[in-house]
């Protein structure tokens, strides 16, 4: 598949810590994303295993029962057809290309952020989830199925963040797995781009969206990438990404 990043991008990604690839998806390759990804969230696919409200420390440990920012985790463990789809394939000659020809796809992922739903995700850095790996390499190529706007929750990022010391995270809130640290968004700056183009981000670069407070969707479809060897780490320290939890929203 014929993909590639120039020596300047390259250079900006290292610097900044992340990258705007504009055009990763065709209109057409879009269309069958949004399909697909509407198949998951009405539960057509079973994923209830690997669904969960990302925003639910928003509620600070309420009992409601609407998500407001689902996650599905591994979508391409369900479907393994995904593996060979444009997405997989173009973000995978990217992510070696960015960081070397040992990255593989480590685990995969959808975040919707539904219409009105007004729940940001916090400031955080990727790695504050992981277990510590002697190979620290690592990114994230976070793929817009729809346009991604401040308003209904397009990424931020800081940058050159990725070259400073990990922050203090700590639990957002009572409810969920979500972690946070403090940032704001006078250090940030906003990246809004149209259906179809992707943004990799180092596995240390802090960011967070905003919530969908538009009558809009916004949905993403993230891959992640670490060493092939690290991945072999993590596994045989049980870590796999998966995120099994209780499904929150059961009419969804």
Known sequence: MSVNITPAQIAFFEKEGYLIVPDL??????????????DFLENRIDVSRYRSDLGSHA?????????????????????????????????????????GSDMELD???????APFSNTPTPWHQDCAYWISMPDTRATSCWVALDE??????????????????????????KGG???EC????????????????GIFHHGHT????????????????ITNYRPAAMIAYEREHGY?????????????
């Open 107 to 113: 685990f995969d992922m959808l975040i919707d952020k």
């Open 148 to 173: 991604a706007t401040r308003d209904n929750g397009c990424m931020w990022y800081v940058p050159g963040s990725h070259k400073l010391p990990v922050r203090t995270h700590f639990p957002a809130g």
């Open 206 to 221: 802090l960011h967070y969206s905003r919530g969908n407070s538009t009558d809009r969707r916004r949905r993403a479809f």
């Open 25 to 38: 998806l065709s209109a057409e390759e879009v269309t069958y994303y949004r399909d697909l990804y509407e």
């Open 59 to 99: 509620g600070n440990g309420d009992t409601a029962k609407k998500e407001r920012i689902t996650q599905i985790m591994v979508p391409s463990r369900v479907v393994p057809e995904l593996l060979s789809q444009p997405l997989h394939q173009k973000a995978l000659v990217l992510a070696k290309q960015l960081m």
């Open 182 to 197: 403090a940032a704001d968004e006078a250090e940030g700056i906003a990246i809004e781009i149209p259906p179809g183009a």
């Open 177 to 179: 797995g979500a972690l």
């Open 240 to 252: 796999d990404h998966t995120g099994e939890r209780e499904v929150r929203n059961e009419k969804a």
